[in-house]
């Protein structure tokens, strides 16, 4: 119909628009670890870093299945820990380093950040070493070699955060996927779980147990872990329940890995097939090739990838100690140079490279306190947290956990020490 000599326009649909076109399946699968990753999976490659591998090996080598509780008790503990540490990023939108320098005394802060340096740099030797020993097993490299190709990887692995939070979260998941998958291999290959009921009655018999129980608890709580993930948590604008479920999820999965190591080689190494002549990483190497060579591969991977990982988050919480404690920072290189150097040092001298990482783990335990202690009081503080400060309940336990932690920390300092 027409009106006033206008004819009518037919209106034509827009035509709809193309769909996205699909992408390959390698594409999809990190996109997937993007969304999913959050601050939980990175401060999680701590809990799986060579000072792990030594402890929970030589616990399972020299005690079987006893000591499993204390991974368990340990694992939990962390979580509590870790998810204090995310809340109080979370609800303040400030680091740990940053809450204390605002709280405390200067001179107090000077302490702390110069304290919380040394325990970053102590980390970044454990991974360095971790990661030139995996090296020369799989590589026959050299170990000073191994341990610049290490260094060289923490710069790219750090390279990834300017380009994107969520690309650097999703390399260090894909990075402890490959951990995850090779203890996998590992523990269905010799049925590591089949004894494993036992090792959960809670007991300490046995030479030396009580020491390499204090070994692993204190290789669990790292105080670089607890700065790392305040910072993280700090600037991810997700709900508390959010942190909850990345936090279990992502520590769950490297309680699986310690649990792993310690029944592997309660499996493989107990009853005294273990070469105690031998550095123990060493040692365990060739214990597991007795079996098949992709035991020994499986074990020396794991390793490599675990230290690697760690080393660039050591570096990482470097960083984020200095700019918390003092506002001021350095280049990421520069930092990667600096901490590198007293692990080519070690690298370079005669003696267990075992050795050097449990003595690193020894300097990390003077850390604990001096970062769990201020975590517990600030998010304890109605003032600061609000509606989110911590029940009672949870100070306690956060208060008993600080305690342990210390005191068995305590006992292994005592140890070396006293002979």
Excluded at 12 to 39: D, F, S
Excluded at 139 to 153: E, I, K, N, R, S
Excluded at 200 to 215: H, Y
Excluded at 397 to 407: D, E, K, R, Y
């Amino acid at each position: 119909m027409e009106e006033d000599g206008v004819r009518p326009v037919d209106v034509v649909a827009p035509a709809p628009a193309p769909a996205p076109p699909t992408p390959p399946p390698g594409v999809a699968v990190v996109r997937g670890l993007r969304r999913l990753c959050g601050p939980g999976v990175v401060v999680a490659v701590a809990y799986v870093d060579p000072g792990n591998f030594a402890t929970n090996t030589e616990a399972g080598a020299s005690l079987g299945v006893r000591l499993l509780w204390v991974v368990v008790v340990a694992s939990a503990a962390a979580m509590l820990v870790q998810y204090l540490a995310a809340k109080a990023g979370s609800v303040t939108g400030r680091s740990l380093p940053e809450l204390c320098r605002d709280r405390y005394p200067r001179g107090v802060n000077r302490f702390l950040w110069v304290q919380a340096e040394i325990v970053s740099m102590a980390t970044d030797v454990a991974e360095v070493l971790g990661a030139a020993v995996a090296l020369s097993l799989l590589l026959g490299l050299p170990l000073p070699v191994g341990g610049l190709l290490a260094g060289a990887f923490g710069v790219g692995l750090l390279a990834l955060r300017p380009q994107g939070r969520r690309r650097f979260e999703a390399a260090v998941a894909a990075l402890l996927l490959v951990v995850l998958a090779c203890y996998v291999y590992q523990v269905l290959t010799v049925g590591a779980f089949a004894g494993a009921a036992a090792g959960l009655q809670p007991s300490l018999a046995g030479q030396g147990a009580a020491l390499l129980a204090a070994g692993i608890v204190g290789a669990t709580v790292m105080p670089h872990a607890i700065y790392v993930h305040s910072s993280l948590a700090s600037s991810h604008r997700i709900p508390l329940r959010t942190h909850r479920f990345d936090i279990v999820a992502s520590l769950s999965a490297a309680a699986f890995v310690n649990v792993s190591i310690l029944l592997v080689a309660a499996t493989v190494l107990s009853g005294g097939r273990l070469d105690e002549a031998s550095d123990t990483l060493t040692a365990a190497y060739e214990g597991f090739g007795a079996v098949g060579a992709g035991m020994a591969a499986a074990f020396a991977l794991a390793l490599l990838v675990a230290g690697l990982a760690a080393s660039g988050v050591g570096t990482l919480a470097g960083d984020i100690v200095m700019a918390g404690f003092v506002r001021r920072r350095i280049p990421l290189v520069t930092r990667r140079l600096l901490t590198l150097g007293p692990a080519m040092v070690v690298l370079c001298l005669p003696g267990s490279t075992t050795q050097a990482l449990v003595l690193s783990q020894v300097v990390l335990s003077f850390g604990v306190p001096f970062a769990l202690l201020p975590l517990v009081h600030i998010t304890a503080d109605r003032a600061l947290m609000g509606r989110q400060v911590n029940r009672r309940l949870t100070t306690v336990l956060a208060v008993v956990i600080t305690l342990l932690v210390c005191a068995l920390n305590a006992a292994v300092i005592s140890a070396l020490f006293t002979g």
